[in-house]
C-alpha cells in the first residue's frame, strides 16, 4: 500500500511557483552570451496568427530569447507527458502560453488547439521532429494546420556558436558560455489549401529543407 501511495505522488502535478527560480536562473545565465536577433521581416514585432518551427534541439534558450511581445503572442505546442508539464510550467514564466499534445500523445487535442489558437490571432510555436525523432525530420502536423488555416509557416533557429551535446535522439545542444546564440527567424512560407497525400508530404519535405537551411551546426 505504501508503495502504491508513492507512485501515485510521483505522478502528481509539481506546484507551478517551483519554476520560478529555474526560470530567474535562465536570465541570468543569458547575460553570459552575446545574443543576436536575425529577423529582416521583423516578425518578433508583428507577427500574429503565423506558425513557427524550430528543431527540438535549440531549446534550452527559446523561451527567453524572444522579445516580450513575441512570447505573448504565441501558444507552444508541448508534450502532453509529465516532462511536458514541467516544460510549460517553466515558460509560462516568460509570459510563453502552451497548447497539450504531440505526434505521440493527445495529438488531436494538439491540432484542434492550434486551428483554435490560430482563429483567435495567436501564433503557434510547434517543434516537428518532437517529442522523440528522428532528429531533423518533420511530422506532418504543423503543414496540415497551415494548409487548413492558410497561416503562414516561419522557419526558426537558435545557432550557438560553441556548445555541447547531451546524449539524447535529438543531440540536444547546452550552449557554452560566452559564446554567441542567434535567434533566426526566415522568410515566411504559404502552404497550399486541401492537400492529399501526396501534395502534404511534398509539403512536408519542403518545410523541413527551409527549417534545416536555418540551422546551422
Not at 504531440?102 to 484542434?112: C, D, E, P, Q, V
Not at 535567434?183 to 527551409?210: H, M
Request: one cysteine or more.
Amino acid at each position: 500500500m505504501g508503495y502504491i501511495k508513492q507512485k501515485i505522488r510521483s505522478k502528481q502535478k509539481l506546484p507551478t511557483w517551483l519554476f520560478w527560480f529555474p526560470s530567474v536562473l535562465m536570465r541570468f545565465m543569458l547575460l553570459f552570451y552575446r545574443i543576436r536577433v536575425h529577423d529582416p521581416n521583423h516578425y518578433c514585432q508583428t507577427a500574429q496568427g503565423m506558425i513557427g518551427l524550430m528543431w527540438h534541439n535549440r531549446l534550452m534558450f527559446f523561451a527567453p530569447i524572444f522579445p516580450k511581445i513575441a512570447r505573448r503572442r504565441t501558444k507552444a505546442v508541448v508534450s502532453a507527458s509529465r516532462d511536458g508539464q514541467y516544460v510549460t510550467d517553466l515558460i509560462s514564466f516568460f509570459g510563453l502560453s502552451s497548447l497539450r499534445g504531440s505526434s505521440s500523445k493527445k495529438g488531436a487535442a494538439a491540432l484542434r488547439g492550434a486551428l483554435e489558437a490560430i482563429h483567435e490571432g495567436w501564433n503557434v510555436a510547434f517543434t516537428p521532429d518532437g517529442p522523440r525523432g528522428p532528429r531533423y525530420e518533420m511530422k506532418p502536423g504543423p503543414v496540415i494546420v497551415a494548409s487548413m488555416t492558410g497561416a503562414k509557416i516561419i522557419p526558426m533557429s537558435v545557432n550557438a556558436s560553441r556548445y555541447w551535446e547531451v546524449g539524447s535522439w535529438d543531440k540536444f545542444q547546452i550552449p557554452k558560455p560566452f559564446s554567441t546564440l542567434e535567434l533566426v527567424l526566415g522568410d515566411a512560407v504559404s502552404v497550399p489549401p486541401d492537400l492529399d497525400a501526396e501534395g502534404l508530404e511534398r509539403e512536408r519535405l519542403r518545410i523541413q529543407e527551409l527549417l534545416r537551411s536555418v540551422t546551422v551546426d
